[in-house]
Nanobody, 128 residues
């Protein structure tokens, strides 16, 4: 059984940085796609960023492009999300997700339904 565990959330001021991590256990991911989603209170879940295990190809939501960086460590089965220049509108619960399939376009990266496994979420709060 696959388990995803997120860490690294917290409370920061606008303009600060945070780094989220997601560690996978239960199987080896040598292919497929890892992603981060977020959900703010009263809002729908939103795609943030994704990365392929095989070649490190990445894809970002326009709202975070240039501020967030997703990376992976295949040996440690860990995916990280470096978040810089945080804004109050980045406040949300951030979820790590994994798919057994490798995606190559936003059409497939973005839908939450394309991911098979989910973490429990970590809270990120950005104060103004």
């Amino acid at each position: 059984q696959v388990q995803l565990v997120e860490s690294g959330g917290g409370l920061v001021q606008a303009g600060a940085s945070l780094r989220l991590s997601c560690t996978a256990s239960g199987r080896t991911f040598s292919s497929g796609t890892m992603a981060w989603f977020r959900q703010a209170p009263g809002k729908e879940s939103e795609f943030v960023a994704a990365i392929r295990w095989s070649d490190g190809g990445t894809y970002y939501a326009d709202s975070v492009k240039g501020r967030f960086t997703i990376s992976r460590d295949n040996a440690k089965k860990t995916v990280s999300l470096q978040m810089n220049s945080l804004k109050p509108e980045d406040t949300a619960v951030y979820y790590c997700a994994a798919s057994d399939r490798a995606y190559y376009s936003g059409r497939y990266y973005k839908p939450a339904s394309n991911y098979d496994y989910w973490g429990q979420g970590t809270q990120v709060t950005v104060s103004s």
